[in-house]
C-alpha cells in the first residue's frame, strides 16, 4: 500500500463526480476522505434507529445532561444562599467548599459522560485508513528550495563585499546587547554590599551591645530560660523581628549543668571560648545548608534537627553537623549579660550566617 | 506472702494492660495500697514512738503524698529507685521533677514503661486521676518542681491569634503546623497533639519531658500558655477543615502527592480506558 | 425587480459559500474534518495535561482578580479569627482573603492547586508512556525535547505559584531554593542577589515571582504546547502495530464527529475530577501555616510532589563540601550536587536520549508504529531503572514523614535511601530486562503452540495433554511470526481482538473493500469461530 502514492483505486477507477445526483451524502463524504488518502473501511452503526438499544441509550445520554442542570442548579442554589462566612468551630460554613466541589464536579461529570456516550455508543463506529505520505520529500523539491536560497544569499553578495558582512556583524552584536543590558543591568545587585552576606542584626550600634530580645521585642534574663530550655531570640534593633533581619535569628539554649561543662570545653577548642555566658549559648537558628529554620532541639541528647533536609547538629560539640547533608556548624553567637542583667551579644557572629557560598571565607 | 503476690499480679496486670483487667486489678492494688498505707502508718507510728530510731530528715508527708509513694513503691520503684533517685541505666531521678511531670506522664500512660526504648510512646493510662494526684503529690514533696494549675479547661480566657503566633515560634518546628507530629532523630518523634488535654499540653511545656525543651512559666506565661493551648484545642483541632471532607491527615504536599496519583490519575486513566475501550 | 422569497433553509449554505469565496478554506476544512487519529487508552494521558492546563488558566484567571502581589506588611484583619491582628505581607493577607472572603474562593484556589499537580502528574505518566513505547524516534525527537521541557517549564510554574501565598511552608521553599542559587560556584551569590534584589527575602521576589507566574511562564507554556500538538498534527499520530497498520498509514477514526466528541466529553470529565478533588480533598491550607517568617518551620517541610525528588536529593546528599585553597579559600557546599548538577544531567539526558538511542541502534529511520515494552528489553530497563531512582529520590523527599508515620527512625531513612539509591536502580534494570524477555518468550510459546484451552484430553496411552488452540487459521501447525502485535493468551481474546477489519493475524496488504453505507450493517458477517480440532503439546 505504501508503494501506491497519489490517487487511489477506487470503484470505478475515477474520482467520482460529486453533482452526480444519485450519490448520497455519505457517498460525496466517502469520496472527500479518499482524496485526503483516506479509506473508510468500516463503518457500521451501533444501533440500529428505533431499537429498544437506541432509545434506551437515548435515555441514558438524556439522564447525564438533565444530572448536569440539577447539579448546575444546585451548584447555584448552594453558591448563592448556604452560609459561607468563616466561624471556628465546625459549621455549615465547613461544608461550603466540598457542597460547591461535589455539585460542580457532578455537573462536568455529567456533560463528560453524557457526551462521551453518546459519542461512543450512538455514533456509528468506524475504521478509516490514512495514508501518511511522509518520508524523504522529493528530492526534487529540496534541490529547488535550497538552490534558491543560495541564489538569495549569493545576490546579496555578502561573500564578494566582506565588508558589508563584517560591519553588519560589528553594528548588530552590540545592538543585541542593548537589549539584553537594561535587563541584566537592572537585575544586578552586589551581593556585598554593606558586607551584608557576613553581618547580621548584631552588628553592635555606635559602641552599643545588641540585646537578645523575644518575639515580642522583651529583653531576655538568664532566668527566663529554663534549663533543658531554648527560646528564639532577635536582635534588639528596630524591625529587628521581622524579615528584613531573615538571617538574625538565634536560638539561645540553657544547658544542663554537665553538657554545658562540656559545650565549654569544646568551644575553648574551636576558638570559641567565652562565647558562652553561664550555661547558656547561642547559636544560629539558620541552617548552614540550606537556610531552615534548624530549631528542633532535643533536650536530652542535645541535638538540633533541622525539618527541611534532617541535617543534625551536636549543641555540645560546638554545633558540630554529625549527620546529614551540612557540612558546616552552626555559627556560635558570643553573649554575655549586661549591667541590667539582659543579655547582649558580645558582637555579631564571627563567621557568615546561613548557606554557604562560593566566597565565603 | 498473700499481699505480696497481690501485689505482684496487680501490677502485672497493669503493665499488660489487660483489657478486661482494670477493675479486678485496680481492686487488688487498692487493697496492696490500703495494706501498704497500713504498714507505713505503722512504720510512721514506729518511728515516731521509737525516737532516735531514724534521723527526721525529711518533713513527714501529707496523706496524699503518702499514698503516692505507696504506688511508687509498686509501681516505679523499680527504675527510678526507693525515694525516686534514679537507677543508672533505668530511669533518671525524679528529685525536683516537680508534680507537673508525672501528671504528664503517667496521665498519658507514657509511665510506667512497658519496655525501655528509645522514647516512651503514649498508652492507655494505668492509673485513675486520684492515683495520679497521689503520685503527683509525693513526688513534689520529694523535691518540688513545676506544678500544673488547677482545673480541666486551662484555655478558658486564651487568645488563639496570639497562641498561633506562639504556636508557629515555639511549637511548630517539631510537632508541625497541624499538630501532627514529626519525626526527630535517630527513631525518637514529637508525638500528634491530638489526644492531649489540657493538663498534658500544660505539663509537657512546664517539664520539658523526653527531648522536649522546657517552656518555663518565666519564658511563656500562664497567659501564653493559655494562648497557645486556646490555639490548639480551639484552632487545630475543633476548627473543621474548611477546604473538604478528606483534609489528607494534614501532612502536606506528601498525601497530596499521594492523593494526585491514588486518585487523580487513577480516576482519569480509567476513564480513558472506557472512552477508548471498545464499545 | 422581483422580490425572491427568503429561504431561510439555505442561510448556512450560502453564507459558507460567502466565506469560502472569500478565504478559500473548502479544501484545508475537509482536510482537517477527516484527519484520522488512531484510538487507544494510553494516547489520552497526554490530553490529561492538556485540559488540566486550560482548567489552569481559568481557575488562574480568577485568582488574579484578588491576589496582591506585594511583600508590604499588613495587619490581617479579615475573617479568620485566629490570624487576625497578626502582620503578614499582603501576598498573604489577600490569599487569606481568596480562602475565606471571597465567596468561592477556596474552591477556585483548591482547584487550581489540584489541576497543577494533576498537570505535572499527566505529563509523566504522558512522557513515561512516549517513552516506554518508543514514541520518542524519529521523526519525533523535536517533540520529545518539547515534552521534556514542558515538564521544567511546568515546574518553574508549579514552583513560582506555590510561593506566591508567602505562608510559612512557601517561604521555606523560597529560602532553600536562594540557599540553591547560592551554592552555584563564582555567581552564587550575585544570582541570589539579582533574583531577590539583594539579600533574601527582600521585597520584591513575589511581585517577580507574580509576573513571571501569571504571564512570562504560561506564555511559554502556550507557546511550547501549541507547537507540541501542531507537531502531533502534521507528524500524525503514532499507532500500535496491528492488523492492516503499517509504517505508512494511520488507522483509526477520524476527527469528526466521533473523535472531537469523545475529546470535549474527556475535557468535561478531567474538569469534573478536578473540580470534585478541588471540593473535596484540602490542599495547602496556608491558614494553619502562618505568615512567613524566617524563623518559623515546620516538622515535615515538604515542596510539591514534582519538586520532592530533588528535596530527596538533597536530604540523601552526604556532607562534602569542596574547599579550593586559592586565595582566601573558596567553597563548593554540597547542596549544590543534588540541587543543580543533578538536575542539570537529568535535564541533558532525557533531551538527548533520543538521539543516543539511535546512535546506539544505528537506527536512523522513522517509525510511525509503537514498539511494545517488552520488544525493547534495554530501553524498557533503562526506563524502570530512571523510574526507581525518581522514585526513592521522591520518597526520601518525604522520609521524615515515613519515619515518623510508620515508626522508622529518621537515620535509618536516610541511609536506607542512599544506599536504595545506589542499588535498586540497576536491580531494577536487570528485573525489567528479564522480565521483557520472559514475557517475549511467552509470546512466541503462544504463536508457535497456540492458547491454552483448559481442556485437557487423554490420549489413548494414558498420558494427559492439554489441547492449545493455535493461532493460525490455516492447518493449525504453521507457526506464526512474531510481529509485535498484542498476543491472545485467552481464549476468549480469540476474535475479539482488533477492530474489525478481516484477517486478525495476517497483516493485509490491502484493506478489504468492505461494502460502506450508513445505515446498513457490513454484508460480511465475521468470520465463524474454528472449532477446536487439533491441539499441540509442550515439548
Given at each position: 500500500m505504501s508503494s501506491q502514492t497519489g490517487q487511489r483505486a477506487v470503484p470505478g477507477g475515477e474520482p467520482l463526480d460529486v453533482n452526480d445526483p444519485r450519490l448520497s451524502r455519505f457517498d460525496i463524504v466517502r469520496e472527500g476522505a479518499r482524496r485526503d488518502d483516506i479509506e473508510i473501511v468500516h463503518y457500521e452503526p451501533q444501533v440500529a434507529p428505533g431499537t429498544k438499544a437506541e432509545r434506551r441509550l437515548v435515555r441514558t445520554v438524556a439522564g447525564f445532561f438533565l444530572l448536569t442542570g440539577l447539579a448546575a442548579t444546585a451548584f447555584l442554589a448552594i453558591y448563592i444562599w448556604w452560609p459561607w462566612e468563616y466561624e471556628p468551630g465546625r459549621g455549615g460554613d465547613k461544608l461550603y467548599t466540598p457542597l460547591l466541589g461535589v455539585t460542580l464536579g457532578v455537573a462536568l461529570l455529567g456533560i463528560g459522560f453524557g457526551v462521551l456516550t453518546w459519542g461512543k455508543k450512538l455514533l456509528p463506529k468506524e475504521v478509516s485508513i490514512q495514508d501518511r505520505h511522509e518520508g524523504a520529500p522529493p528530492a526534487e523539491d529540496q534541490r529547488i528550495t535550497g538552490e534558491t536560497m543560495a541564489y538569495m544569499a549569493d545576490e546579496l553578495g555578502v561573500k564578494r563585499r566582506p565588508l558589508l558582512g563584517v560591519s553588519l556583524l560589528a553594528g548588530l552584536l552590540p545592538v543585541g546587547a542593548v537589549a539584553a543590558a537594561p535587563l541584566v543591568g537592572g537585575l544586578i545587585s552586589d551581593p556585598h554590599k554593606d558586607d551584608q552576606m557576613m553581618t547580621t542584626g548584631f552588628v553592635p550600634r555606635d559602641g552599643q551591645k545588641i540585646r537578645l530580645v523575644r518575639e515580642d521585642g522583651r529583653p531576655i534574663r538568664p532566668a527566663d530560660i529554663s534549663a533543658g530550655g531554648q527560646i528564639t531570640v532577635f536582635p534588639g534593633v528596630e524591625h529587628g523581628v521581622s524579615n528584613r533581619y531573615a538571617d538574625s535569628p538565634t536560638l539561645l539554649i540553657h544547658l544542663r549543668e554537665g553538657d554545658a561543662e562540656e559545650s565549654r570545653r569544646n568551644n575553648e577548642r574551636e576558638?570559641?571560648?567565652?562565647?558562652?555566658?553561664g550555661n547558656f549559648a547561642a547559636y544560629s537558628k539558620v541552617c548552614t545548608h540550606a537556610g531552615c529554620p534548624a530549631s528542633l532541639y532535643e533536650q536530652q541528647t542535645n541535638r538540633l534537627l533541622c525539618p527541611c533536609h534532617q541535617s543534625q547538629f551536636l549543641i555540645t560539640d560546638n554545633a558540630k553537623p554529625i549527620f546529614g547533608p551540612a557540612s558546616r556548624r552552626l555559627p556560635q553567637l558570643p553573649i554575655e549579660v549586661d549591667a541590667e542583667g539582659y543579655f547582649v551579644a558580645k558582637s555579631d557572629y564571627t563567621e557568615a550566617v546561613g548557606p554557604d557560598f562560593w566566597e565565603r571565607p | 506472702m498473700t499481699s505480696d503476690n497481690d501485689r505482684r499480679r496487680g501490677l502485672l496486670a497493669r503493665l499488660r494492660g489487660r483489657p478486661g483487667a482494670p477493675s479486678r486489678g485496680r481492686r487488688r492494688l487498692g487493697a496492696a495500697v490500703r495494706l501498704v498505707a497500713a504498714l507505713m502508718l505503722a512504720g510512721g507510728a514506729y518511728t515516731v514512738l521509737a525516737p532516735g530510731a531514724a534521723a527526721q530528715e525529711n518533713p513527714p508527708l501529707s496523706t496524699a503524698a503518702a499514698d503516692g509513694k505507696a504506688l511508687f513503691d509498686v509501681s516505679c520503684v523499680t527504675c527510678h529507685g526507693r525515694n525516686a533517685q534514679g537507677v543508672e541505666g533505668r530511669g533518671p531521678s525524679l528529685i525536683g521533677v516537680g508534680a507537673a511531670s508525672v501528671e504528664f506522664q503517667v496521665s498519658t500512660g507514657r509511665m510506667p514503661m512497658a519496655r525501655q526504648e528509645a522514647q516512651a510512646a503514649r498508652k492507655p493510662e494505668v492509673f485513675t486521676r486520684d492515683e495520679i494526684d497521689q503520685l503527683a503529690a509525693y513526688i513534689q514533696e520529694l523535691g518540688g518542681g513545676p506544678v500544673v494549675p488547677a482545673g480541666d479547661n486551662l484555655h478558658a480566657d486564651g487568645n488563639v491569634a496570639i497562641g498561633g503566633e506562639l504556636y508557629r515560634i515555639n511549637c511548630s518546628q517539631c510537632h508541625a503546623f497541624s499538630g501532627g507530629g514529626g519525626a526527630l532523630s535517630s527513631g525518637k518523634y514529637a508525638p500528634s497533639l491530638a489526644p492531649a488535654t489540657d493538663r498534658q499540653i500544660y505539663a509537657a511545656m512546664l517539664s520539658g519531658p523526653q527531648n522536649m525543651p522546657v517552656f518555663g512559666d518565666n519564658q511563656i506565661t500562664p497567659e501564653q500558655k493559655a494562648d497557645i493551648i486556646a490555639y490548639i484545642q480551639q484552632t487545630l483541632k475543633d476548627d473543621g477543615d474548611p477546604g473538604g471532607f478528606f483534609n489528607l491527615g494534614r501532612y502536606g504536599p506528601s498525601t497530596e502527592g499521594v492523593a494526585i496519583f491514588l486518585v487523580g490519575i487513577v480516576a482519569l486513566v480509567f476513564a480513558s480506558l472506557w472512552i477508548a475501550g471498545k464499545s | 425587480m422581483k422580490r425572491r422569497k427568503f429561504d431561510v433553509a439555505a442561510v448556512p449554505g450560502n453564507t459558507a459559500r460567502a466565506v469560502d469565496d472569500r478565504f478559500q478554506v473548502a479544501t484545508p476544512l475537509r482536510r482537517l474534518l477527516n484527519k484520522v487519529f488512531p484510538d487507544h487508552w494510553s494516547f489520552l494521558l497526554g490530553e490529561i495535561a492538556l485540559f488540566s492546563f486550560i482548567v489552569l488558566l481559568l481557575t488562574g484567571v480568577f485568582l488574579t482578580f484578588f491576589f496582591e502581589p506585594a511583600m508590604t506588611e499588613v495587619i490581617y484583619n479579615g475573617s479568620y479569627a485566629p490570624l487576625r491582628g497578626t502582620p503578614m505581607s499582603a501576598a498573604y493577607a489577600s490569599t487569606l482573603d481568596i480562602s475565606f472572603d471571597v465567596r468561592g474562593g477556596l474552591i477556585m484556589r483548591q482547584m487550581h492547586h489540584w489541576a497543577a499537580l494533576l498537570f505535572m502528574a499527566a505529563i509523566v505518566v504522558h512522557m513515561l508512556r512516549i517513552f516506554f513505547t518508543g514514541a520518542f524516534r524519529k521523526p519525533r525527537e523535536t517533540n520529545w525535547i518539547i515534552g521534556s521541557l514542558l515538564f521544567w517549564v511546568g515546574f518553574l510554574a508549579g514552583f513560582t505559584g506555590y510561593s506566591l501565598p508567602d505562608d510559612g511552608l512557601s517561604g521555606t521553599g523560597l529560602r532553600i531554593a536562594s540557599a540553591i542559587m547560592l551554592s552555584?560556584?563564582?555567581i552564587g551569590s550575585w544570582v541570589t542577589a539579582a533574583v531577590f534584589n539583594g539579600e533574601f527575602p527582600g521585597t520584591i521576589i513575589i511581585s517577580r515571582f507574580f509576573i513571571a507566574h501569571v504571564l512570562l511562564i504560561p506564555a511559554l507554556l502556550v507557546a511550547l504546547i501549541t507547537v507540541h500538538l501542531g507537531l502531533v498534527f502534521k507528524q500524525k499520530h503514532t499507532q500500535w502495530p496491528g492488523p492492516g497498520r503499517t509504517n505508512g498509514n494511520v488507522v483509526g477514526e477520524r476527527m469528526f464527529p466521533r473523535y472531537a466528541i469523545k475529546q470535549g466529553g474527556f475535557f468535561m470529565v478531567v474538569f469534573g475530577v478536578i473540580a470534585l478533588m478541588g471540593g473535596l480533598f484540602q490542599i495547602n491550607p496556608v491558614w494553619l501555616f502562618g505568615p512567613y517568617e524566617a524563623w518559623v518551620v515546620s516538622a515535615a517541610s515538604q515542596p510539591d510532589w514534582y519538586v520532592m525528588f530533588l528535596d530527596g536529593s538533597t536530604r540523601l546528599m552526604p556532607d562534602w563540601e569542596i574547599t579550593i585553597p586559592i586565595g582566601e579559600g573558596y567553597v563548593i557546599p554540597p547542596l549544590f550536587w543534588p540541587t543543580v548538577v543533578l538536575p542539570g544531567i537529568l535535564v541533558a539526558i532525557s533531551l538527548l536520549y533520543p538521539f543516543m538511542e539511535a546512535r546506539h541502534l544505528k537506527d536512523y529511520r522513522s517509525h510511525n508504529l509503537l514498539q511494545r515494552p517488552r520488544d525493547v528489553p534495554f530501553r524498557t530497563g533503562l526506563g524502570v531503572m530512571a523510574l526507581t531512582f525518581y522514585v526513592i529520590l521522591t520518597l526520601s523527599g518525604a522520609n521524615d514523614v515515613i519515619a515518623d508515620k510508620f515508626h522508622i527512625s529518621l537515620n535509618a531513612m536516610t541511609w536506607a535511601g542512599r544506599v536504595g539509591l545506589l542499588l535498586l536502580p540497576p536491580l531494577a534494570y536487570y528485573v525489567t530486562y528479564r522480565i521483557c524477555l520472559g514475557l517475549q518468550q511467552h509470546d512466541r510459546e503462544v504463536l508457535a503452540h497456540g492458547v491454552e484451552t483448559g481442556i485437557i484430553r487423554r490420549l489413548p496411552d494414558g498420558r494427559f495433554v492439554e489441547v492449545h488452540q493455535p493461532l493460525s487459521a490455516g492447518n493449525g501447525h504453521g507457526e506464526l511470526d512474531y510481529a509485535g502485535w498484542v498476543v491472545p493468551k485467552k481464549m476468549n481474546r480469540l476474535g475479539a481482538l482488533g477492530p474489525a477489519i478481516r484477517g486478525f493475524f495476517y497483516p493485509i496488504e490491502r484493506p478489504a473493500e468492505a461494502p460502506v453505507s450508513p445505515g446498513h450493517p457490513p454484508v460480511e458477517p465475521r468470520p465463524e469461530r474454528e472449532e477446536i480440532t487439533s491441539g499441540e503439546t509442550r515439548p
Amino acid at each position: 500500500m505504501s508503494s501506491q502514492t497519489g490517487q487511489r483505486a477506487v470503484p470505478g477507477g475515477e474520482p467520482l463526480d460529486v453533482n452526480d445526483p444519485r450519490l448520497s451524502r455519505f457517498d460525496i463524504v466517502r469520496e472527500g476522505a479518499r482524496r485526503d488518502d483516506i479509506e473508510i473501511v468500516h463503518y457500521e452503526p451501533q444501533v440500529a434507529p428505533g431499537t429498544k438499544a437506541e432509545r434506551r441509550l437515548v435515555r441514558t445520554v438524556a439522564g447525564f445532561f438533565l444530572l448536569t442542570g440539577l447539579a448546575a442548579t444546585a451548584f447555584l442554589a448552594i453558591y448563592i444562599w448556604w452560609p459561607w462566612e468563616y466561624e471556628p468551630g465546625r459549621g455549615g460554613d465547613k461544608l461550603y467548599t466540598p457542597l460547591l466541589g461535589v455539585t460542580l464536579g457532578v455537573a462536568l461529570l455529567g456533560i463528560g459522560f453524557g457526551v462521551l456516550t453518546w459519542g461512543k455508543k450512538l455514533l456509528p463506529k468506524e475504521v478509516s485508513i490514512q495514508d501518511r505520505h511522509e518520508g524523504a520529500p522529493p528530492a526534487e523539491d529540496q534541490r529547488i528550495t535550497g538552490e534558491t536560497m543560495a541564489y538569495m544569499a549569493d545576490e546579496l553578495g555578502v561573500k564578494r563585499r566582506p565588508l558589508l558582512g563584517v560591519s553588519l556583524l560589528a553594528g548588530l552584536l552590540p545592538v543585541g546587547a542593548v537589549a539584553a543590558a537594561p535587563l541584566v543591568g537592572g537585575l544586578i545587585s552586589d551581593p556585598h554590599k554593606d558586607d551584608q552576606m557576613m553581618t547580621t542584626g548584631f552588628v553592635p550600634r555606635d559602641g552599643q551591645k545588641i540585646r537578645l530580645v523575644r518575639e515580642d521585642g522583651r529583653p531576655i534574663r538568664p532566668a527566663d530560660i529554663s534549663a533543658g530550655g531554648q527560646i528564639t531570640v532577635f536582635p534588639g534593633v528596630e524591625h529587628g523581628v521581622s524579615n528584613r533581619y531573615a538571617d538574625s535569628p538565634t536560638l539561645l539554649i540553657h544547658l544542663r549543668e554537665g553538657d554545658a561543662e562540656e559545650s565549654r570545653r569544646n568551644n575553648e577548642r574551636e576558638g570559641h571560648g567565652g562565647y558562652m555566658w553561664g550555661n547558656f549559648a547561642a547559636y544560629s537558628k539558620v541552617c548552614t545548608h540550606a537556610g531552615c529554620p534548624a530549631s528542633l532541639y532535643e533536650q536530652q541528647t542535645n541535638r538540633l534537627l533541622c525539618p527541611c533536609h534532617q541535617s543534625q547538629f551536636l549543641i555540645t560539640d560546638n554545633a558540630k553537623p554529625i549527620f546529614g547533608p551540612a557540612s558546616r556548624r552552626l555559627p556560635q553567637l558570643p553573649i554575655e549579660v549586661d549591667a541590667e542583667g539582659y543579655f547582649v551579644a558580645k558582637s555579631d557572629y564571627t563567621e557568615a550566617v546561613g548557606p554557604d557560598f562560593w566566597e565565603r571565607p | 506472702m498473700t499481699s505480696d503476690n497481690d501485689r505482684r499480679r496487680g501490677l502485672l496486670a497493669r503493665l499488660r494492660g489487660r483489657p478486661g483487667a482494670p477493675s479486678r486489678g485496680r481492686r487488688r492494688l487498692g487493697a496492696a495500697v490500703r495494706l501498704v498505707a497500713a504498714l507505713m502508718l505503722a512504720g510512721g507510728a514506729y518511728t515516731v514512738l521509737a525516737p532516735g530510731a531514724a534521723a527526721q530528715e525529711n518533713p513527714p508527708l501529707s496523706t496524699a503524698a503518702a499514698d503516692g509513694k505507696a504506688l511508687f513503691d509498686v509501681s516505679c520503684v523499680t527504675c527510678h529507685g526507693r525515694n525516686a533517685q534514679g537507677v543508672e541505666g533505668r530511669g533518671p531521678s525524679l528529685i525536683g521533677v516537680g508534680a507537673a511531670s508525672v501528671e504528664f506522664q503517667v496521665s498519658t500512660g507514657r509511665m510506667p514503661m512497658a519496655r525501655q526504648e528509645a522514647q516512651a510512646a503514649r498508652k492507655p493510662e494505668v492509673f485513675t486521676r486520684d492515683e495520679i494526684d497521689q503520685l503527683a503529690a509525693y513526688i513534689q514533696e520529694l523535691g518540688g518542681g513545676p506544678v500544673v494549675p488547677a482545673g480541666d479547661n486551662l484555655h478558658a480566657d486564651g487568645n488563639v491569634a496570639i497562641g498561633g503566633e506562639l504556636y508557629r515560634i515555639n511549637c511548630s518546628q517539631c510537632h508541625a503546623f497541624s499538630g501532627g507530629g514529626g519525626a526527630l532523630s535517630s527513631g525518637k518523634y514529637a508525638p500528634s497533639l491530638a489526644p492531649a488535654t489540657d493538663r498534658q499540653i500544660y505539663a509537657a511545656m512546664l517539664s520539658g519531658p523526653q527531648n522536649m525543651p522546657v517552656f518555663g512559666d518565666n519564658q511563656i506565661t500562664p497567659e501564653q500558655k493559655a494562648d497557645i493551648i486556646a490555639y490548639i484545642q480551639q484552632t487545630l483541632k475543633d476548627d473543621g477543615d474548611p477546604g473538604g471532607f478528606f483534609n489528607l491527615g494534614r501532612y502536606g504536599p506528601s498525601t497530596e502527592g499521594v492523593a494526585i496519583f491514588l486518585v487523580g490519575i487513577v480516576a482519569l486513566v480509567f476513564a480513558s480506558l472506557w472512552i477508548a475501550g471498545k464499545s | 425587480m422581483k422580490r425572491r422569497k427568503f429561504d431561510v433553509a439555505a442561510v448556512p449554505g450560502n453564507t459558507a459559500r460567502a466565506v469560502d469565496d472569500r478565504f478559500q478554506v473548502a479544501t484545508p476544512l475537509r482536510r482537517l474534518l477527516n484527519k484520522v487519529f488512531p484510538d487507544h487508552w494510553s494516547f489520552l494521558l497526554g490530553e490529561i495535561a492538556l485540559f488540566s492546563f486550560i482548567v489552569l488558566l481559568l481557575t488562574g484567571v480568577f485568582l488574579t482578580f484578588f491576589f496582591e502581589p506585594a511583600m508590604t506588611e499588613v495587619i490581617y484583619n479579615g475573617s479568620y479569627a485566629p490570624l487576625r491582628g497578626t502582620p503578614m505581607s499582603a501576598a498573604y493577607a489577600s490569599t487569606l482573603d481568596i480562602s475565606f472572603d471571597v465567596r468561592g474562593g477556596l474552591i477556585m484556589r483548591q482547584m487550581h492547586h489540584w489541576a497543577a499537580l494533576l498537570f505535572m502528574a499527566a505529563i509523566v505518566v504522558h512522557m513515561l508512556r512516549i517513552f516506554f513505547t518508543g514514541a520518542f524516534r524519529k521523526p519525533r525527537e523535536t517533540n520529545w525535547i518539547i515534552g521534556s521541557l514542558l515538564f521544567w517549564v511546568g515546574f518553574l510554574a508549579g514552583f513560582t505559584g506555590y510561593s506566591l501565598p508567602d505562608d510559612g511552608l512557601s517561604g521555606t521553599g523560597l529560602r532553600i531554593a536562594s540557599a540553591i542559587m547560592l551554592s552555584i560556584p563564582v555567581i552564587g551569590s550575585w544570582v541570589t542577589a539579582a533574583v531577590f534584589n539583594g539579600e533574601f527575602p527582600g521585597t520584591i521576589i513575589i511581585s517577580r515571582f507574580f509576573i513571571a507566574h501569571v504571564l512570562l511562564i504560561p506564555a511559554l507554556l502556550v507557546a511550547l504546547i501549541t507547537v507540541h500538538l501542531g507537531l502531533v498534527f502534521k507528524q500524525k499520530h503514532t499507532q500500535w502495530p496491528g492488523p492492516g497498520r503499517t509504517n505508512g498509514n494511520v488507522v483509526g477514526e477520524r476527527m469528526f464527529p466521533r473523535y472531537a466528541i469523545k475529546q470535549g466529553g474527556f475535557f468535561m470529565v478531567v474538569f469534573g475530577v478536578i473540580a470534585l478533588m478541588g471540593g473535596l480533598f484540602q490542599i495547602n491550607p496556608v491558614w494553619l501555616f502562618g505568615p512567613y517568617e524566617a524563623w518559623v518551620v515546620s516538622a515535615a517541610s515538604q515542596p510539591d510532589w514534582y519538586v520532592m525528588f530533588l528535596d530527596g536529593s538533597t536530604r540523601l546528599m552526604p556532607d562534602w563540601e569542596i574547599t579550593i585553597p586559592i586565595g582566601e579559600g573558596y567553597v563548593i557546599p554540597p547542596l549544590f550536587w543534588p540541587t543543580v548538577v543533578l538536575p542539570g544531567i537529568l535535564v541533558a539526558i532525557s533531551l538527548l536520549y533520543p538521539f543516543m538511542e539511535a546512535r546506539h541502534l544505528k537506527d536512523y529511520r522513522s517509525h510511525n508504529l509503537l514498539q511494545r515494552p517488552r520488544d525493547v528489553p534495554f530501553r524498557t530497563g533503562l526506563g524502570v531503572m530512571a523510574l526507581t531512582f525518581y522514585v526513592i529520590l521522591t520518597l526520601s523527599g518525604a522520609n521524615d514523614v515515613i519515619a515518623d508515620k510508620f515508626h522508622i527512625s529518621l537515620n535509618a531513612m536516610t541511609w536506607a535511601g542512599r544506599v536504595g539509591l545506589l542499588l535498586l536502580p540497576p536491580l531494577a534494570y536487570y528485573v525489567t530486562y528479564r522480565i521483557c524477555l520472559g514475557l517475549q518468550q511467552h509470546d512466541r510459546e503462544v504463536l508457535a503452540h497456540g492458547v491454552e484451552t483448559g481442556i485437557i484430553r487423554r490420549l489413548p496411552d494414558g498420558r494427559f495433554v492439554e489441547v492449545h488452540q493455535p493461532l493460525s487459521a490455516g492447518n493449525g501447525h504453521g507457526e506464526l511470526d512474531y510481529a509485535g502485535w498484542v498476543v491472545p493468551k485467552k481464549m476468549n481474546r480469540l476474535g475479539a481482538l482488533g477492530p474489525a477489519i478481516r484477517g486478525f493475524f495476517y497483516p493485509i496488504e490491502r484493506p478489504a473493500e468492505a461494502p460502506v453505507s450508513p445505515g446498513h450493517p457490513p454484508v460480511e458477517p465475521r468470520p465463524e469461530r474454528e472449532e477446536i480440532t487439533s491441539g499441540e503439546t509442550r515439548p
